[in-house]
C-alpha cells in the first residue's frame, strides 16, 4: 500500500503538472539555477549577493524536500527560483562598486542569462503540452492520482470521450484499462473489439487480477453482442465516434 504522505505527494504533483507541464522539467531548471549560484560562490570563494549562500541553500533544499514528501510534490520544487532570482536581479541592478566583485557579478548574470532561456524552452514545452496532450495521455501519465481520476470523470461517459478511452485500454495500467473498458463497450466500433481483445491478451500475460481479466471478457462480450444485435443498441451507443479510416456499418432497415 502507498503511504498516504506519498499519495497525497503524487496527487500534488500531478495537479502542478496540469497547469505548468512538464513540473519535473521546471522544478530541475529551479534546482539546478540555485545549486549552480551557490557553487559560484564558493568558486570565488565568497557569498554572492542576495544568495543565500551554502548553508543557506542546504536549509532550503532539506526544507523543501520534507515538505515536498510530505503532501505538497514537486511543486514545491519552484520556490528554488526565488533565490538564484534574486541573486540575478542583484546582479543586473547594482552598480560593480556596490556589488563589491565585478568578476562575480559578470558570472552571475551570465548564469542568469542561460536560466532564463532554459525558463524560454520549458515554458515553449508547456504551452505545447498544455495544447496538444489529450485528456487520455495525462490520465495514463497520472493514473493512480486524484486529477486523473476527476479527469476521467469528466468524460463522462460521452461518445466524444471514445477516443480518450481508446488511448487509456490500449496504453493504460491494469486498473486503468479496466475502467475505461465499459465505455468503449458501449461506445466502440469493430475496431475496438480488436483492441479489447488485445487487451486481454496483455492481461493475460501480464498477470493481472482475474477480477481484471473477467471485467475485460464481460466488455468484450458486451461489445461483441452491440456489434450483432445493432438494434439493441442505445443512443448513446448509436452515436458512437469512428476511428478514423473506419468504414461505417449501416444498420438493418
Known amino acids: 500500500m502507498i503511504p498516504l504522505t ?129 485528456a487520455g495521455e495525462y490520465i495514463v501519465q497520472w493514473w493512480g492520482t486524484v486529477p486523473a481520476r476527476s479527469a476521467l470523470k469528466e468524460l463522462g461517459g460521452r461518445p466524444d470521450g471514445l477516443p480518450d478511452y481508446r488511448f487509456i485500454l490500449e496504453n493504460g495500467t491494469e486498473y486503468a484499462a479496466v475502467a475505461v473498458a465499459k465505455h468503449v463497450a458501449e461506445l466502440g466500433e469493430k475496431a475496438d473489439l480488436i483492441a479489447l481483445r488485445a487487451t486481454e491478451e496483455r492481461a493475460d500475460r501480464d498477470g493481472w487480477t482475474q477480477s481484471s481479466r473477467d471485467a475485460l471478457r464481460e466488455a468484450t462480450g458486451q461489445l461483441e453482442q452491440r456489434l450483432e444485435y445493432p438494434e439493441r443498441s442505445n443512443t448513446t451507443a448509436s452515436r458512437a465516434v469512428p476511428r478514423p479510416g473506419d468504414a461505417k456499418e449501416e444498420g438493418p432497415p
Not at 497525497?8 to 522544478?27: E, F, H, N, R
Not at 514537486?74 to 527560483?81: D, E, M, N, W, Y
Not at 538564484?84 to 559578470?106: H, K, N
Open 6 to 134: 506519498l499519495a497525497c505527494s503524487m496527487c500534488s504533483t500531478a495537479g502542478a503538472d496540469s497547469l505548468l507541464p512538464p513540473i519535473g522539467l521546471w522544478c530541475a531548471i529551479a534546482l539546478g539555477w540555485m545549486l549552480s549560484t551557490t557553487a559560484l560562490g564558493c568558486w570565488q570563494k565568497t557569498r554572492v549577493p542576495a544568495h543565500p549562500g551554502v548553508v543557506g541553500t542546504l536549509v532550503i533544499l532539506v526544507a523543501l524536500v520534507l515538505i515536498a514528501g510530505y503532501g505538497f510534490g514537486f511543486g514545491v520544487g519552484l520556490f528554488f527560483f526565488a533565490a538564484p532570482a534574486a541573486a540575478f536581479a542583484a546582479a543586473m541592478i547594482r552598480s560593480p562598486e556596490q556589488y563589491g566583485c565585478t568578476v562575480l557579478r559578470r558570472r552571475v548574470r551570465w548564469l542568469g542569462a542561460c536560466a532564463l532561456i532554459a525558463v524560454a524552452i520549458a515554458t515553449t514545452m508547456a504551452v505545447k503540452i498544455r495544447t496538444t496532450r489529450t
